[in-house]
């Protein structure tokens, strides 16, 4: 089985800032472990996924595809709402299915879950050899005997803004259930979003 993910990104009701950059008109930079609340409402991501079976020569079988856009309709200082539509094609075929809402708060809590949030002073991410100067704020949610502490790394100066993040989960027993990093690696590199030319950020992730 052979998988192509292609996505694409659009930050709708943006001005110009300095150095080419699109800002959402009344947004904020969200220092915090999602990246939505930078964003105007209207603004959408869209992820192809092509997925081809082949047989014991190599040959292409099926092939199906699944298009999920998910677009920002609600935004504030403590919670966002998604929209999520879900469109599959298979053998010449396409199957829509009924779009969901999902709503959350900005540091990803359920209602049960408490939050706490702790400012850690300033440090530097190195990108392409270059320091950059960011503030580490520190998220901890807890709840249902589990908990995990999100640590970024906030650039006000630099998009896109969020440069590191480090999210370590706990379970009840108070191991270790999980490690997730997220550097940018490279920033300024030209990309084509539909018909123009954006500044786009290369991002690795990495989960233990």
């Not at 082949?54 to 200082?77: A, F, M, P, W």
């Not at 009924?98 to 400012?119: M, R, Y």
Request: glycine share 8%; hydrophobic share 35%; proline share 5%.
């Amino acid at each position: 089985m052979r998988t192509t993910l292609l996505l694409n990104i659009a930050s709708l009701g943006a001005v110009p800032m300095p150095g080419g950059m699109a800002f959402a008109q009344g947004g904020r930079t969200h220092c915090g472990p999602h990246a939505w609340a930078q964003h105007g409402i209207g603004s959408w991501k869209q992820v192809r996924v092509v997925t081809e079976a082949l047989d014991k020569s190599g040959r292409v079988e099926t092939v199906s595809t699944s298009d999920t856009k998910t677009t920002l309709v609600k935004v504030d200082e403590r919670s966002y709402t998604l929209k999520v539509e879900v469109t599959i094609e298979l053998a010449g075929k396409r199957f829509q299915a009924e779009p969901k809402f999902v709503s959350q708060d900005l540091n990803g809590e359920k209602p049960s879950e408490k939050v706490a949030v702790k400012q850690l002073g300033s440090a530097e991410v190195i990108i392409s050899g270059r320091p950059y100067a960011c503030q580490v704020v520190q998220t901890t949610v807890t709840g249902n005997g589990t908990s995990r502490a999100s640590t970024v790394y906030c650039s006000e100066q630099t998009p896109p803004f969020l440069l590191k993040s480090v999210t370590k989960g706990m379970d009840g027993d108070g191991k270790a259930s999980f490690e997730t990093t997220v550097e940018v690696h490279a920033l300024e590199m030209p990309s084509k979003v539909r018909n123009e030319i954006k500044p786009c950020a290369l991002v690795a992730t990495v989960r233990k």
